[in-house]
């Protein structure tokens, strides 16, 4: 059974930076896709920023390409997102996802993932 565990999240300031983890336990191999998406109160889900399991390959939602990173330590089996030049609007609940089965799908596509971790949220101020 995969699980997953986010941290990093918290509250800062607009133009500020947060730096989120994942964290995955049984995952058998480094080469699932990893990604962020996040939600906001009462709006969809949306994917941020994913990650290929070969690890060359990312995608990133237009909102947050230029201030997000995302990369992985498959030693470590850790995701990470870099978020810079935060935004009142990056306000939201950030999960953590991955997908154990390979797929051609867009990477950002979030019914596609089929392991979720609790979430961790990001509050930034104006």
């Known amino acids: 059974q995969v699980q997953l565990v986010e941290s990093g999240g918290g509250s800062v300031q607009a133009g500020g930076s947060l730096r989120l983890s994942c964290t995955a336990s049984g995952l058998t191999s480094g080469n699932s896709d990893m990604g962020w998406f996040r939600q906001a109160p009462r709006t969809e889900r949306e994917g941020v920023a994913a990650?290929?399991?070969?690890?060359?390959?990312?995608d990133y939602a237009d909102s947050v390409k230029g201030r997000f990173t995302i990369s992985r330590d498959n030693t470590k089996n850790t995701l990470y997102l870099q978020m810079n030049s935060l935004k009142p609007e990056d306000t939201a609940m950030y999960y953590c996802?991955?997908?154990?089965?390979?797929?051609?799908?867009?990477?950002?596509?979030?019914?596609?993932?089929?392991?979720w971790g609790q979430g961790t949220q990001v509050t930034v101020s104006s």
């Open positions: 996802a991955v997908r154990t089965r390979w797929t051609a799908n867009w990477l950002l596509l979030g019914r596609t993932y089929n392991y």
């Open positions: 990650i290929r399991g070969g690890g060359g390959t990312t």
